[in-house]
């Protein structure tokens, strides 16, 4: 595997760089939105819900749009540029918010970023290998990925352990920001092999597979019950997680997936995508319940540890599953599908979740989502026609 990692092309590998700086940024913040609404701002889990759903949905629908011009224009950088460059400027912001509505107006910003790189980038990487090795692309990326998840809640957990100010670790996540629009600039966009750009209506769902559009139902369902991470976050901070080491526990998630990550989804291109997420699903089902019943705080580690075997072995095999269903010039048209309605989705799935942890009780919301989970795996095995995707895989 050390031997395909080091011939993949310098796109991917920069790509990867580049998400590996944007995520010790965005990660450095992330775990600190919960306690930040909640101990400053004096906000609940019904407003973290409404935050985060109109933040995800609002980027999945520029994820398709993005994702249909990248495909007529046949040029992917511009979007990445322009995407990661608009999250870096609108996160340091989040030291000014007053209130929890600001909060939403600057977290909307930073989702609009990545609606606008992720479609394009996601496109360009399926694009640099053949079929067979989008496994191993998707999983290393995810794994550059979730490595930056672990050094951003460690940079801030010391830095809350050196009782530095919330607003003040804002801040700095201006730095981290410059250096992932740097590296971004460096990426060389490959030219395209495509013949011509796809027709005018190509974006349209009924010009897509069918087996994709199937494929799209059963990510709806999964992700109704995959609401925003940061309810898990709450959760352990409500048993009882001492406020510093909430980022720690964050990541250990992270560090989970990024050693998994790659050789997980490259197994997908030798197993099948379907069996590794269905696997995978069944972890995530597996984890809710378990911390929607758990009451001991030590159990914790084990449990997020576990959830980052969930990540590793679905993140990338989803993404690579998506791009076999298709054909190459669309894309970044299925990736913008692919994103739009596992994002929109989410709009819902953190409403209903923070309704059912409020109204009700907090397994009544982790229940919900374990039953989505289950359900999707069952129609995902016998429903979706992953033969396809097989085939295209096969003759790389």
């Not at 989008?134 to 490595?147: I, S, T, W, Y």
């Not at 750009?197 to 559009?213: C, G, I, N, R, V």
Request: with cysteine; aromatic share 10%.
């Amino acid at each position: 595997m050390f031997a395909s990692l080091r011939e993949l092309p310098r796109t991917v590998w920069l790509l990867g760089l580049v998400s590996f700086a944007n995520d010790a940024t965005s990660e450095l913040i992330y775990p600190l939105v919960p306690i930040y609404l909640a101990s400053v701002l004096m906000a609940g889990p019904r407003a973290l819900g409404i935050i985060e759903g109109i933040c995800e949905a609002t980027s999945s629908i520029l994820k398709l749009l993005s994702g249909v011009l990248s495909d007529r224009r046949r040029s992917s950088k511009p979007w990445v540029v322009g995407g990661y460059a608009l999250a870096a400027i609108a996160r340091p912001l989040l030291a000014l918010a007053a209130s929890w509505p600001v909060v939403l107006a600057l977290r909307f910003a930073d989702r609009v970023g990545k609606g606008l790189r992720s479609s394009p980038r996601d496109a360009l990487l399926a694009r640099s290998v053949q079929p067979g090795k989008r496994g191993l692309v998707f999983g290393f990326h995810r794994a550059m990925d979730n490595a930056g998840a672990v050094v951003g809640p460690l940079i801030a957990a010391g830095l809350l352990a050196a009782e530095l100010p919330l607003r003040t670790i804002f801040l700095w996540t201006a730095l981290g920001g410059a250096l992932t629009v740097v590296l971004a600039l460096a990426i060389r966009e490959p030219a395209s092999d495509d013949p011509a750009p796809p027709a005018a209506d190509a974006w349209k769902l009924h010009q897509l597979p069918a087996p994709f559009k199937r494929y799209l139902v059963v990510l709806a369902l999964f992700t109704l019950g995959n609401s925003s991470n940061m309810f898990l976050l709450l959760r352990a901070r409500e048993l009882g997680l001492a406020e510093y080491q909430v980022p720690l526990l964050w990541a250990l998630v992270s560090l989970s997936a990024a050693i998994f990550s790659t050789p997980l989804s490259a197994l997908s291109d030798k197993l099948g995508r379907s069996r590794l997420i269905v696997a995978g699903w069944g972890v995530y089902g597996a984890f809710y319940i378990l911390l929607g019943m758990n009451r001991e705080v030590l159990l914790l580690w084990p449990l997020f540890a576990f959830y980052g075997l969930f990540m590793a072995a679905t993140e990338g095999a989803e993404k690579a599953l998506a791009a076999d269903l298709v054909d190459r010039q669309t894309l970044g048209t299925a990736y913008g599908w692919f994103n739009l309605t596992t994002g929109l989705t989410l709009l819902p799935a953190s409403v209903i979740f923070g309704q059912l942890w409020q109204a009700i009780d907090p397994l009544a919301a982790f229940v919900f989502s374990a039953s989505c989970a289950g359900s999707a795996a069952l129609l995902l095995h016998f429903w979706v026609d992953t033969e396809r995707g097989a085939r295209s895989t096969g003759s790389a």
